[in-house]
């Protein structure tokens, strides 16, 4: 067989790219422990808010349809590039699926080459917990002990561990619509060493809570929380309301509180602050992390976390991930890379598999 013109040296190794399967992301986060790993994805997300002006942001790119939203969030600090894919089907629950499932991707900048894919709906889950703990650190009241979970479906728990892990929660109150999802909740919470109370209504649940978490999902505006159930000095982790037409936090309380976002161009099309006017004044969570702006100002301030989650948390928790490889050793390789040897000799490689049982699929490895 005439030898082609562009083929020189013997085959280099494949360019494999490490995969983080469900599988192994259960494994790590057991290895490491589910409240370090939300502790040490916080300290990346944290890093990464604080260096806010090297990152590319854009609001995620999202694909609706009556049941739900499919979205893409890039971003890059000019090094790595990532990206997520996320879902969000509140009538999936029905269903027996998932609302939210999620994989993501890092790359190097440089070559364009992935250097990780990972499955995300954990991982979502624990950025998302991690993110809200760590804006509670500045913004909710010293010393709270007791936390309001409005909505214990997927992300519930994740949610109460971050808290107690990075605020020192004690005493967790729970309210759902569906008595089920309270039940499943107060019996993985308990056994983490919290007081887990289940309530009869979302009004029970946040009296004497310092911090109230709304985490509902219906595609819809909601109103999980009135006016006249939020008294003064509480701080509100708003998590559901993440989709234009999907909120959970009525206007009046947007009113009276201080509120504070992720990126403000995105929260303004998908969060609680879709109700309000467009110059209405938030401040930026980096702008918080960095001490360039106030967090909690005094004792009877609301402070609300109008969370929607933006691609830095997502490319923070997959560089948080991307540092475990070595150390837990719980990933594959994926032939994901076609990586001729001959960078322009795709066709070659083809060509040349075609003569080989291998290839031909007739022999196995
Ligand atoms: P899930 O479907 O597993 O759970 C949602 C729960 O809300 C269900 O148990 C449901 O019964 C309950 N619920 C619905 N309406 C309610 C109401 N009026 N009062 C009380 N409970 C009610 O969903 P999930 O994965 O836990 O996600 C919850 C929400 O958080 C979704 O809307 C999702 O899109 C959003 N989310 C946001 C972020 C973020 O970064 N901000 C990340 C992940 C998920």
Not at 116 to 131: K, P
Not at 211 to 216: E, G, L, P, Q
Request: a negative charge; proline letters at 4%.
């Amino acid at each position: 067989m005439p030898q082609s013109p562009l083929m020189t040296s013997s085959p280099s190794p494949l360019a494999l790219v490490p995969f983080v399967s469900v599988e192994h992301m259960m494994k790590i986060v057991n290895t490491i422990g589910l409240q370090q790993v939300i502790r040490d994805i916080a300290g990346y997300i944290e890093a990464d808010f604080k260096r806010w002006h090297s990152f590319d942001k854009r609001e995620r790119v999202a694909a609706h349809s009556t049941e739900g939203v499919i979205e893409l969030m890039p971003t890059s600090d000019g090094e790595t590039y990532g990206f997520k894919y996320v879902n969000g089907h509140p009538a999936n629950m029905a269903r027996g699926f998932q609302t939210v499932t999620a994989f993501g991707l890092l790359a190097r900048v440089e070559t364009g080459y992935p250097i990780l894919l990972s499955e995300m709906t954990l991982l979502t889950a624990l950025r998302t917990a991690a993110t809200s703990a760590l804006a509670a650190k500045y913004l909710a009241p010293k010393g709270a002990k007791t936390m309001a979970m409005i909505g214990n479906g997927a992300q519930c728990e994740f949610q109460a561990l971050a808290f107690a892990e990075i605020l020192g929660i004690k005493k967790v109150r729970l309210f759902d619509i569906d008595h089920k999802a309270t039940e499943k909740a107060r019996y993985n919470l308990s056994m983490r060493g919290l007081e887990v109370i289940a309530c009869p209504s979302a009004g029970e649940a946040i009296a004497g809570a310092e911090i109230i978490t709304t985490c509902t999902a219906d595609k819809q505006y909601a109103t999980i929380l009135s006016d006249n159930m939020v008294g003064c000095g509480v701080h509100i982790n708003a998590i559901g309301g993440d989709c234009p037409g999907k909120t959970e936090i009525h206007k009046d309380i947007l009113h009276r509180s201080s509120i504070f976002v992720e990126y403000t161009a995105q929260t303004r099309i998908e969060g609680e602050i879709q109700q309000l006017d467009a110059a209405h004044p938030v401040t930026e969570l980096w702008q918080v992390f960095t001490g360039e702006a106030e967090g909690r100002a005094s004792v009877d301030q609301i402070t609300l976390f109008d969370s929607v989650g933006f691609a830095t948390e997502d490319f923070s928790a997959l560089r948080y991930l991307y540092d475990q490889l070595e150390r837990t050793g719980h990933y594959t390789e994926l032939d994901l890379l076609a990586d001729p040897d001959d960078p322009r000799d795709l066709f070659g490689m083809l060509h040349r598999a075609s003569n080989s049982p291998f290839y031909q699929g007739k022999i196995t490895a």
